[in-house]
């Protein structure tokens, strides 16, 4: 059975998602739509879909799309996705799932109202090194998980646009960067209830236009607001005494860095920046590196593989699994982290 599908918001993740649905022979893109229209028109050009609008209401009021994916700023997802959940439509839509622990509330609430599924976009969970650490922890080989490290710096990485604007995205790369790794980590760990956050940021070194030399990623706007912070950390409790220590930055006086781990009572695992396997048999440590063909996040295969699932989902085979009651954790977790770091103390998380 084929999906009819609608892309919302045509930025450059939307690209990835475009792409993966045109390679399925489960989807079919019906429509795009971005406030841009002349970039709206340039994405169905490029894509081969047949209509481009800039009318979110066209889109949602339309019969003919079964399914969207949400690529907007961060602050537009809540109110676009309720909209379509309430319109009859499936979500993917793009992480965070909300900014806010009331929008998340509302989402968990739209979902057990209209029956509809939303999946949120957390791409790393479908890498195969993700998928291939999965399966080692659903057999037991790890044991227990207690603590994990999500680390991703970037030195000068501030994308600039709506990024940088704290009113379209809620915050810096905590909530655009830090979210994806502290998720990884959450999923891997089984996913416990936060009951604490301590957490930290920093903004002194802002979006760092100065550097010259060097080729970085920029948002398509040309727009370099810079309300959001430089660098955050924090360390997450959970009930069942496991801790998450996590560190992200855009700016930061330091080398890019990636790295992911978990640790458990009889083996543990470095995901990124590639996958490794560390345990013990007869008093000897060992280091293990599955034979893959990507021991890194694959971005292309991340893609696809969410993709095709969410496109599982909508035709009912298997339940959404990215739930929104698992974003509105990630907003109680996230709005923790924001408040400790103004509090200047730890934060409990209340229910």
């Keep these: 059975m084929t999906t009819r599908i609608a892309v919302i918001g045509l930025g450059a993740i939307a690209v990835e998602h475009l792409g993966a649905y045109q390679k399925n022979e489960n989807a079919e893109l019906v429509a795009v739509c971005d406030i841009d229209v002349e970039r709206a028109k340039a994405r169905a050009e490029q894509f081969g879909v047949p209509r481009a609008t800039g009318d979110v209401a066209e889109i949602l009021a339309d019969a003919e799309v079964d399914a969207v994916s949400i690529c907007v700023p961060n602050t537009l997802h809540a109110p676009i996705a309720e909209a379509a959940l309430r319109a009859g439509k499936d979500v993917l839509v793009e992480k965070p799932m909300t900014v806010t622990v009331g929008e998340a509330e509302r989402l968990v609430a739209a979902v057990e109202e209209t029956g509809k599924a939303l999946q949120i976009g957390y791409v ?85 236009d100065n550097i010259r030399h060097l080729t970085r990623y920029r948002a398509a706007s040309a727009a370099r607001p810079n309300t959001v912070e430089d660098y955050a950390t924090a360390q997450i409790r959970f009930e069942n005494g496991a801790v998450l220590n996590v560190d992200t930055s855009y700016s930061l006086h330091g080398r890019n860095e990636i790295s992911v781990r978990i640790h458990g009572e009889k083996g543990g695992a470095e995901i990124e920046p590639e996958l490794l396997m560390v345990t013990e048999r007869h008093d000897t440590l060992l280091h293990v590196q599955p034979q893959i063909d990507s021991l890194g996040f694959d971005f292309q295969a991340g893609f696809a593989n969410q993709i095709d699932h969410f496109l599982r989902i909508c035709r009912g085979e298997i339940p959404a699994d990215a739930t929104a009651e698992q974003g509105l954790e990630m907003a109680r977790m996230l709005s923790a982290i924001y408040e400790s770091a103004r509090a200047g103390a730890e934060v409990t998380i209340t229910r």
């Design 124 to 208: 790393r969970r479908f890498a195969p090194n993700a998928q291939v650490t999965k399966r080692f922890l659903d057999e037991g080989e790890f044991g227990d998980i207690y603590a994990a490290r999500a680390t991703l710096l970037r030195s000068a990485g501030n994308p600039g646009g709506w990024f940088g604007d704290v009113d379209l995205s809620g915050g810096g790369p905590l909530i655009d960067l830090g979210v994806h790794i502290i998720d990884l980590c959450w999923y891997l760990m089984g996913m416990p209830k936060a009951v604490a956050v301590s957490g930290a940021t920093f903004a002194p070194l802002g979006a760092r």
